[in-house]
């Protein structure tokens, strides 16, 4: 069979993240088992290159993969397809899709894989090639359309950690256009037992944290670093110390098998207290830390559900910069307990205890998780009027929400303003200083880390002037709303 796969764009986002341009890792695995099942399987992501229309024109089955801001270009790229070819099947997978299956079934869409979609996925297309009517139904994770009926088989239950070291590594010589230049994406383990309210990663992997055992991982990252010497692992993982033993135990096994390679990931701050982790992770090469900080304001993090304090917070960044280790702080700006003040007060404490990056988002309420449906039961969406549309406006920079103690219009000012303070000139000028002093008195592994630092401020610098004008028109419409 004939099988493309897309990764559909997102549009006019500005954020620290897209400095690197990593594919999701979800479409490379499905196409690797797809592939060695006889497949011909092709990836197109939107954002690395443009989609070559004659090859999936001519597809027996298109996978289309969206997260909420997504969308509405993937319904744009299922009606274009379904208006060029009545027989082409068109199946929509991803959080968006898993949370609002039959929005998708209305808009062109015949199926869509709900949560985990590797099985789902090879179990649908052995039905695609031998569609006999009632076998559909014992398709578990699988909802479709027959004429005017949209049906939902029962969900899937997640793979256990033994069927995760099943699961081939994601081939990302499938993905048109693609070249390893920094940044590798790789992960070891699904799911997130902590409950906060605004993200949909429980809902979408579990609740239950599933590893990929040790071995199965030095075995991928000793092919990734023999194929890449210079290579830089970004590790997918929503928490990468989830299991201190764990974690603690693949570092040991990096540093005695002496595999070489700089790297990144995601961690809950409260996991830096553990002396012993923080030593291995700096003597196996970590250089970022991704945190979720969330927000400087108590009441906001009890209102987030967020297991952690500000004491915790000033605490781990501490930690951290004692082993040499950088920090990207992420803030979620527009809680019940939030004022007009807050995100100005965010860049003030992010830069008295010396946070190396930080990224300001609206507070976004995502389908599925428990601030959506609270805040769509109390008519506090805004844009609704715009139907599927308004989606597009859901990627954390653009405020879509009514909130509680200010006007959409001055929670929207208030992060423009404290982002634009934070990544402006004095910044780059920091860091440009900083590296100069580098170069006086340092090594060159030393240098290196600072010039990357100075990379970093030129671009979130420009980011910041390309975000002044995206969000005009949105100011604009905020301001009619107040």
């Known amino acids: 069979m004939r099988i493309v796969l897309i990764e559909a764009s997102e549009v006019n986002i500005f954020n620290i993240f897209q400095m690197h341009k990593m594919p999701r890792l979800g479409l490379p695995i499905i196409g690797k088992i797809l592939t060695n099942l006889g497949h011909r399987v092709i990836i197109y992501i939107e954002n690395i290159s443009p989609i070559d229309w004659e090859e999936v024109f001519s597809a027996d089955l298109v996978g289309i993969s969206a997260l909420t801001p997504t969308a509405p270009r993937a319904y744009e790229i299922a009606e274009k397809i379904r208006a060029k070819g009545k027989n082409i099947s068109i199946c929509g997978g991803g959080p968006h899709f898993t949370f609002l299956p039959d929005e998708a079934l209305d808009h062109f869409f015949d199926y869509v894989v709900r949560g985990e979609g590797e099985k789902t996925m090879v179990e649908l297309v052995n039905w695609l090639e031998n569609p006999k009517p009632a076998a559909i139904k014992n398709i578990s994770g699988l909802s479709y359309r027959i004429g005017q009926n949209i049906f939902h088989n029962p969900g899937r239950p997640f793979m256990s950690s033994d069927e995760l070291n099943l699961l081939p590594a994601p081939d990302l010589n499938l993905i048109r256009g693609y070249k390893i230049k920094e940044l590798i994406p790789m992960q070891t383990s699904r799911g997130c037992p902590f409950g906060c309210e605004f993200c949909s990663v429980q809902i979408m992997w579990g609740r239950e944290y599933r590893f990929r055992s040790v071995d199965n991982v030095i075995k991928e990252l000793e092919e990734l670093t023999g194929k890449f010497p210079q290579a830089k692992i970004f590790f997918y993982d929503d928490n990468f110390a989830a299991s201190l033993p764990r974690a603690k135990t693949l570092l040991k096994e990096i540093l005695h098998r002496n595999i070489k390679f700089t790297w990144q990931t995601q961690m809950r701050v409260k996991d830096t207290e553990d002396s012993e982790l923080m030593k291995l992770m700096s003597l196996s090469g970590c250089k970022w830390l991704f945190f979720g900080l969330e927000s400087i304001n108590p009441k906001t993090l009890k209102d987030y559900k967020k297991s952690q304090t500000v004491a915790d917070i000033i605490q781990g960044i501490k930690i951290i910069r004692e082993f040499g280790i950088k920090a990207l702080g992420m803030f979620v700006v527009?809680?019940?307990?939030?004022?007009?003040?807050?995100?100005?007060?965010?860049?003030?404490?992010?830069?008295?205890?010396?946070?190396?990056?930080?990224?300001?988002?609206?507070?976004?309420?995502?389908?599925?998780?428990?601030?959506?449906?609270?805040?769509?039961?109390?008519?506090?969406?805004?844009?609704?009027?715009?139907?599927?549309?308004?989606?597009?406006l859901y990627d954390g920079i653009r405020v879509v929400i009514k909130p509680q103690n200010m006007t959409a219009w001055q929670l929207q000012v208030s992060i423009a303003k404290a982002m634009a303070s934070y990544y402006g000139w004095r910044w780059f000028g920091k860091s440009l200083a900083t590296t100069l002093k580098f170069i006086s008195f340092r090594s060159w592994k030393d240098i290196k880390s600072q010039a990357e630092s100075l990379v970093l401020s030129i671009y979130a610098l420009r980011l910041t002037n390309q975000a002044k004008e995206f969000l005009k028109k949105h100011l604009a419409d905020l301001k009619k709303l107040a």
């Open 334 to 392: 527009g809680g019940d307990s939030d004022v007009t003040t807050t995100a100005k007060e965010t860049v003030k404490f992010a830069e008295k205890n010396k946070i190396d990056a930080i990224q300001l988002w609206a507070l976004g309420p995502l389908p599925g998780t428990r601030v959506y449906n609270k805040l769509k039961a109390q008519g506090r969406l805004l844009f609704e009027e715009l139907g599927v549309k308004k989606w597009r």
